[in-house]
């Protein structure tokens, strides 16, 4: 069964840090391009962040550039989302997600696997 789950969300004041981790199993992700996408309620989901499957690539909208890094771990199943100068527009459901082929630097982005999600809320 393919599985990916979130970590690390929580509540913090503007200005503050969040790490989000997402581990992945019952496939083959090491050869996976994994991401991060977001949904505040009564919007759309949003592109935040991708790695490729060697972690040498990384893509971001200019929403979150700057302030969020994506990184893998060394297995290369588990990916990260370190979350720095958070503000009030941020908060919101993260998830995590998967994709072979590409899919995460197409527009728009395909994804084949996602996680359930973990909530982000930042105070002003």
């Known amino acids: 069964q393919v599985q990916l789950v979130e970590s690390g969300g929580g509540l913090v004041q503007a200005g503050g840090s969040l790490r989000l981790s997402c581990a992945a199993s019952?496939?083959?992700?090491?050869?996976?391009?994994m991401g991060w996408f977001r949904q505040a309620p009564g919007k759309e989901r949003e592109f935040v962040a991708a790695?490729?499957?060697?972690?040498?690539?990384?893509l971001y909208p200019d929403s979150v550039k700057g302030r969020f890094t994506i990184s893998r771990g060394n297995s290369k199943i588990a990916v990260y989302l370190q979350m720095n100068s958070l503000k009030p527009e941020d908060t919101a459901v993260y998830y995590c997600?998967?994709?072979?082929?590409?899919?995460?630097?197409?527009?728009?982005?395909?994804?084949?696997?996602w996680g359930q999600g973990t909530q982000v809320t930042v105070s002003s």
């Open positions: 997600a998967a994709a072979s082929g590409g899919g995460l630097w197409e527009l728009p982005p395909v994804v084949h696997y």
């Open positions: 790695i490729d499957w060697s972690g040498g690539s990384t």
């Open positions: 019952g496939r083959t992700f090491s050869s996976y391009d």
